[in-house]
């Protein structure tokens, strides 16, 4: 059974700092590229950043030199830091396996960025 497990959201105001994860399913995650994917009300999900299974990350142009994505192997886990916040980040975020639409989503991390 599929899982992906995304915790660690919550409000913070603009220029602070948070980080968010997902437990991925052991059956999944050392095989798949991984996407950390965001969607706010009226707006399309989009993804703001991914990681190989080898490490190499890519990010979009909105989040791009303040958000770093990370995983950790050992605990099955993918991470996204987010610094700089400000109040367009806010949306709902989702891990899931790139290209890979098949798959289940979870239940995402609400991220509220405000003053």
């Known amino acids: 059974q599929v899982q992906l497990v995304e915790s660690g959201g919550g409000f913070v105001q603009p220029g602070g700092s948070l980080r968010i994860s997902c437990v991925v399913s052991?059956?999944?995650?050392?095989?798949?590229?991984m996407g950390w994917y965001r969607q706010s009300p009226g707006k399309e999900r989009e993804l703001v950043a991914e990681?190989?299974?080898?490490?190499?990350?890519n990010y979009g142009d909105s989040v791009k030199g303040r958000f770093t994505i990370s995983r950790d192997n050992a605990k099955n886990t993918v991470y996204l830091q987010m610094n700089s916040l400000k109040p367009d980040d806010t949306a709902v975020y989702y891990c899931?396996?790139?290209?890979?639409?098949?798959?289940?989503w979870g239940q995402g991390t609400q991220v509220t960025v405000s003053s």
């Open positions: 899931h396996p790139v290209n890979r639409p098949h798959y289940p």
């Open positions: 052991a059956t999944i995650f050392s095989f798949y590229d």
């Open positions: 990681i190989t299974v080898g490490g190499i990350t």
